[in-house]
Structures are given as C-alpha cells and as structure tokens.
C-alpha cells in the first residue's frame, strides 16, 4: 500500500474526528452542550481549510489526489 501525504492524513483524521463529534451528538438525549457544538463547529472550520488548501495548492506542490501514494 501506497503512503499517502501527511496533509491527505490530515484531512482523514479530522473528517473522522468530525463524525466522532457527529455521533456523540446524536447519541445525547436533550439539548445540546454549547462545547460539543463549538467542537463540531472548529473540525468542520478545520477541515474546510485543509480540504480547500489540498484543492487550491495540492497539484502545485505536489501533494497529488489522495489516491496516489508518495514516490
């Protein structure tokens, strides 16, 4: 297997933070704790930012897809 970017890492372990966040949600019962929402609120900023610097400078820099492995 191919090894992938640390910024394509990243993304990952932030997109699976984000669930996480998601899922702990939805398994309270009741209103929602303004930290939890606040948490979700900076993952989701987080990974916005790293999805959208992988697009804009990702082939410039040659980060490459996420699909493709370092030479």
């Not at 910024?7 to 899922?23: D, G, P, S």
């Amino acid at each position: 297997m191919a090894k992938q970017h640390p910024v394509h890492v990243l993304r990952a372990n932030l997109e699976a933070a984000r669930l996480k966040a998601i899922e702990a949600l939805a398994a309270t019962n009741g209103p929602y704790a303004p930290d939890a929402l606040h948490q979700l609120a900076s993952l989701q900023a987080a990974l916005t930012a790293v999805s959208d610097a992988i697009v804009t400078h990702g082939p410039a820099v040659g980060w490459g897809s996420e699909s493709e492995g370092l030479d």
